[in-house]
T-cell receptor, first 118, second 115 residues
Framework: AQKVTQAQTEISVVEKEDVTLDCVYE???????LFWYKQPPSGELVFLIR??????QNEISGRYSWNFQKSTSSFNFTITASQVVDSAVYFC???????????????FGKGTKLSVKP | DTGVSQNPRHKITKRGQNVTFRCDPI?????LYWYRQTLGQGPEFLTY????????KSRLLSDRFSAERPKGSFSTLEIQRTEQGDSAMYLC?????????????FGSGTQLSVL
């Protein structure tokens, strides 16, 4: 069965610290997608990144970087030089097998609440 | 891009009442999804539409839940005979039909409280 585990429930850091959010997934599919979404207090989930199972290249976008390792079924997310505006709940998600041609059916982890203090 | 709009933002109802939520997706998006999120959990997939066709509904939580998307535009999610366990945030998302690992655009959700 597909599963996403985010073992860190809450993390608190001081501004400018680096922080890594862990994500471990389980799937029997050979083709799948992994995602990170951010949910600020307003409630609206915001897409951060998508990675397909055939692309293990790490990605960097500004202060954000992602480390995908198939060997350990992990897709970790690092924020460098954290800022107060990074405070939010971050969700890792895995695409389910196609239902009617869609891969928008996502399995989400329970999320990690990040608090960045000034 | 005006974003995904959900109404109402909050709904308080008494147990046994029926409730209906509305979602207006981004206008050019063919696909529309409903998710439910309870406190301290990640969103849980409920159902999905490709235009007006509901292609997956086996994950609706019970036969008290139903969804429609007439004319492939806005969608409604109805819960009949609400129970306290239905209290949750109901999220709508849309995506363009571009295949493979869809990027979902979420609305801000409807928070349902069943008293």
């Amino acid at each position: 069965a597909q599963k996403v585990t985010q073992a860190q429930t809450e993390i608190s850091v001081v501004e400018k610290e680096d922080v890594t959010l862990d994500c471990v997934y389980e799937t029997r599919d050979t083709t799948y997608y992994l995602f990170w979404y951010k949910q600020p207090p307003s409630g609206e989930l915001v897409f951060l990144i998508r990675r397909n199972s055939f692309d293990e290249q790490n990605e960097i976008s500004g202060r954000y970087s992602w480390n995908f390792q198939k060997s350990t079924s992990s897709f970790n997310f690092t924020i460098t030089a954290s800022q107060v505006v990074d405070s939010a709940v971050y969700f890792c998600a895995l695409s389910e097998p196609n239902y009617g041609g869609s891969q928008g059916n996502l399995i989400f982890g329970k999320g990690t609440k990040l608090s960045v203090k000034p | 891009d005006t974003g995904v709009s959900q109404n109402p933002r909050h709904k308080i109802t008494k147990r046994g009442q029926n409730v209906t939520f509305r979602c207006d997706p981004i206008s050019e998006h063919n696909r529309l999804y409903w998710y439910r999120q309870t406190l301290g959990q990640g969103p849980e997939f409920l159902t999905y539409f490709q235009n007006e066709a509901q292609l997956e509904k086996s994950r609706l939580l019970s036969d008290r839940f139903s969804a429609e998307r007439p004319k492939g535009s806005f969608s409604t999610l109805e819960i009949q005979r609400t129970e306290q366990g239905d209290s949750a945030m109901y999220l709508c998302a849309s995506s363009p039909d571009r295949g493979g690992g869809e990027k979902l655009f979420f609305g801000s959700g409807t928070q349902l409280s069943v008293l």
